[in-house]
């Protein structure tokens, strides 16, 4: 079972973000913090992300676990060298090509090691990450999953149809995550594409602002097997 406060009070202590101008498409605080309290759970070491772009979720990752990989095939110039500088390995290429021997070698060299997608994305990203799983990975995270064609639940259920695996998956729209941790996501200032800035936690409803109770299954978990107390 996930300590989920002793998770939270690791999360808020090793991460530092005063307010989290987020652009579209980025991860926001909650889903960081429910990939990390998983990772953790399942005795993580190392992390592999593809999709940098402003480096806000490598940012987060590289405070809360000690070797993190990420790839970008366009990674500006500024953000790897900022990421180096904090101890990131930085790949300028395309997952397609680099992530599976990445995670080929760290799982060959002992570490458990959990992958997150945020570019590709969809079913590009599912069938990358089952990859990963078939050599070795401890399970693999998609974002933006409401994108995909189908639904986080329903890939999950064709592929165990099919005899492959991931046998289980988690999102973040899991009802009891969304009420004890989405208010988290109150520090995110979300710009849109014209540059305008709100709160992704706050509805406008009626001239109020109230705490959304879902944004639907934004980062989805799967996993090869059902997790140890899940
Ligand atoms: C939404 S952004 C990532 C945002 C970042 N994870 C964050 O939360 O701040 C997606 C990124 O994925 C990269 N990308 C898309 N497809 C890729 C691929 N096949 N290989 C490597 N990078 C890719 C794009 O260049 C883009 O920078």
Redesign the pocket.
């Known amino acids: 079972m996930i300590d989920w406060e002793g998770s939270l009070a690791r999360f808020t202590q090793r991460s530092e973000w005063p307010t989290f101008v ?6 926001w605080i909650s889903e960081l913090f429910a990939f990390a309290a998983w990772a953790w759970a399942l005795g993580i070491d190392c992390i592999v ?10 940012d987060i990752l590289r405070q809360c676990f000690s070797r993190v990989y990420s ?5 500006m110039p500024d953000v790897a060298a900022r990421l180096i500088r904090d101890g990131v390995q930085v790949s300028s ?4 090509v680099v992530l599976m021997p990445i995670v080929e070698q760290l799982v060959a060299a002992g570490y458990h090691t959990a992958v997150l997608l ?4 969809g079913e ?1 990203a599912v069938e990358l990450g089952l990859r990963c799983l078939d050599h070795g990975a401890v399970f693999f995270a998609v ?1 933006d999953t409401y994108c995909c064609a189908e639904a986080p639940n329903a890939v999950r259920a064709r592929l165990e149809a099919e005899g492959r695996s991931p046998r289980w998956a988690w999102s973040t729209d899991d009802a009891s995550f969304v009420r004890a941790f989405s208010y988290l996501d109150a520090r995110v200032v979300y710009l849109d594409e014209a540059g305008n800035g709100k709160s992704p936690f706050l509805l406008h409803h009626h001239g109020r602002d109230i705490p959304m109770e879902s944004y639907g299954p934004t980062l989805t978990l799967l996993f090869p097997t059902v997790p140890h107390g899940a």
């Open positions: 987020c652009r579209p498409r980025g991860i992300e593809s999709g940098i772009a402003h480096g806000q979720s490598t790839i970008d095939h366009a990674v290429a395309d997952a397609h945020d570019g590709p994305k590009p974002h």
